[in-house]
């Protein structure tokens, strides 16, 4: 059986490795490239103050019988978080896409899982690919086809298309440690009615078992659109104080008990869903994640699949 390929993946994200790993399994030689140190994307955990914190996906759920086999034969550190997310009312937010779930060593490593057997190349930025009829050229080396897995914005520019599949909206996200009192015994997170606050949401880490060391409490708070927006390009000290304040009104927590906060900037975290767009895309090239689905891990895990199958296609029509 003639040997397809090569493709060119760029993104070591959920998507970008979910469609590697398929197209690996198609018997397809695949090289996945990645301008940061670690895989995963915004399916980020940090080490931080000795704990272990989701700062990007904060959990997962599980509807298709695809995605849940995938957990099953391949994940199975993950655990349901038990206690429910609350809104200013303190009435229960429901989720209508059942429960949720973390990983015990971190959601990321659910990205290490995905990695593994992959020819990955971290630390290695993609600024342009250069298409001919002969095929694809990245890095100055031949591929038959490169499929984008980075958020839309970056997509366009690497394949120089005259605009992004989907606008996104950034995310600034505000780590906060506090002593003493277990609040996860309280809910597992607490949301806003609307993106026009401040503070959209506010999750403790503590509900995810062996997370959190020590009598701490960790939570991690994503800004609203709004003020995401307003101080995207600002500097923490000009909006971390006021998450803080937001955080500790949401639930309820005295001022001046924060032990240790800390912040991170996601530019490209919400596909704006009034903004996508249809855009059409080189011969050999494609795109897979949230610039095509929701953003959610299933979602994107499932595109990556779905993209593969779109590879696989055209590398056999175009094999000959």
Not at 236 to 249: A, D, F, Q, S, T
């Amino acid at each position: 059986m003639k040997k397809l390929g090569p493709v060119a993946i760029i993104g070591a994200g959920l998507s970008g490795l979910s469609c590697a790993q398929a197209l690996r399994d198609a018997g397809v030689t695949v090289r996945v490239f990645e301008s940061s140190s670690v895989v995963g994307g915004r399916c980020a955990t940090r080490l931080w103050q000795g704990h272990l914190v989701d700062i990007g996906i904060q959990y997962f759920t599980a509807q298709s019988t695809e995605f849940k086999k995938e957990l099953l034969t391949r994940l199975r550190q993950f655990r349901p978080i038990i206690s429910p997310i609350l809104d200013h009312d303190n009435k229960v937010v429901v989720n209508p896409t059942g429960p949720r779930f973390y990983v015990l060593q971190g959601n990321n490593y659910f990205a290490h899982i995905l990695s593994q057997g992959l020819d990955i190349r971290l630390n290695t930025r993609v600024e342009t690919i250069t298409f001919s009829s002969s095929g694809v050229e990245c890095l100055g080396e031949p591929f038959c086809a490169v499929v984008s897995s980075l958020p839309g914005p970056l997509t366009a520019r690497l394949f120089g298309l005259p605009r992004s599949p989907v606008e996104y909206d950034p995310c600034l996200v505000a780590l906060m440690e506090y002593a003493g009192k277990d609040y996860s015994r309280e809910c597992y997170a607490r949301v806003q009615p609307d993106g026009s606050e401040p503070l959209l949401s506010s999750h403790c880490e503590n509900n995810k078992v062996g997370r959190v060391v020590g009598d701490k409490s960790v939570f991690v708070a994503q800004a609203s659109p709004r003020f995401s927006r307003e101080y995207a390009d600002a500097p923490p000290e000009n909006y971390l104080p006021r998450l803080v304040h937001e955080h500790e009104k949401l639930w309820r927590i005295p001022s001046g008990q924060c032990t240790a906060s800390s912040s991170h900037r996601w530019l490209h975290a919400r596909p704006m869903e009034a903004h996508r767009h249809r855009v059409d895309l080189p011969h050999g090239a494609f795109n897979c994640g949230d610039s095509r689905t929701d953003s959610t891990v299933e979602h994107v895990w499932l595109d990556g699949r779905k993209v593969a199958r779109e590879v696989l296609s055209f590398l056999s029509e175009n094999s000959n």
